[in-house]
C-alpha cells in the first residue's frame, strides 16, 4: 500500500513539472516576453515595433492577420497558430468575435 502511494505521488509530481513548460508556451504574458518584448518595449527613439498601449487599440482579428500576413509573418512563422491567437488576444486585451 505504501508502495502504492509512493508511485502516484512520484507520478503525480513527474506530471505536474512537465505540465508547467506547456502552459507556459500558451500563456500570451509569457509568449510576448519571451518572443516580442523585445522589440515593443523599446524604449529608444529609432524604435518601429508599437508599443502596448497601441496594440491593446487593435483587434484580435487584426493582431492575428498581421502575424500571420502581414509585417510580422516572418517573425511569427515559428509560432502555432494557437500560439499566434493567444498572442492576439493578450495583446489586444480582447476575445476572438467580441465588439
Known sequence: MR???????????????????????EDGAYLYKIYCAICHE?????????????????????????????VMKTQAAERSRTQRRILAEYLSEKKFGSV
Open 42 to 70: 523599446a524604449t529608444d527613439s529609432e524604435a518601429r515595433a508599437p508599443g502596448r498601449a497601441v496594440l491593446r487599440q487593435m483587434t484580435p482579428e487584426h493582431i492575428l492577420q498581421v502575424l500571420e500576413a502581414g
Open 3 to 25: 508502495f502504492q502511494k509512493l508511485m502516484l505521488w512520484t507520478i503525480a509530481a513527474t506530471v505536474g513539472l512537465t505540465a508547467r513548460p506547456l502552459l507556459a508556451q
